[in-house]
């Protein structure tokens, strides 16, 4: 329920389907991030915590530059469907631009302090949630 949902479910009914719905644990993981300068100084440390996703590359740089259109004083538009062609053409240009190409040579992946090695990659998405 919100913003865009389809109102002709009985709300009667939805709410019955929560009372009978299963429960699931949440998975939160905690990602520690590492940056280094090119002269190798290092910068702080800064912890991440997961519940769902997280997201490095071109899904992401999509993602924050739609966001910053959208906090933008000159943004006008509320519509589902234009926010939807909006996101699209970021998603195009951001893509075709390429700015996070050869994204394994900017980033060692440690899982349970064993690093695991990257083909030619833009994005990597890491999940706890059974599908994206």
């Known amino acids: 329920y919100g913003s865009g949902a389809d109102c002709s479910e009985n709300i009667t009914e ?9 429960s699931v644990k949440l998975d939160r993981w905690k990602v520690d991030v590492l940056p280094t300068r090119h002269l190798r100084i290092r910068l702080p440390k800064s912890t991440i915590y997961m519940n769902n996703y997280l997201s490095i590359g071109v899904d992401a740089l999509v993602t924050h530059n739609f966001h910053k259109a959208r906090e933008s004083p000159f943004y006008l538009f509320s519509s589902r469907i234009i926010n939807k062609l909006i996101y699209f053409s970021y998603g195009t240009k951001d893509v075709l631009e390429r700015q996070c190409q050869h994204l394994n040579k900017k980033l060692d992946l440690y899982m349970d302090n064993k690093k695991i090695e990257l083909p030619n990659i833009e994005s990597v998405v890491i999940l706890n949630i059974p599908f994206w």
């Open 14 to 22: 939805f709410i019955a389907k929560l009372e009978t719905g299963t």
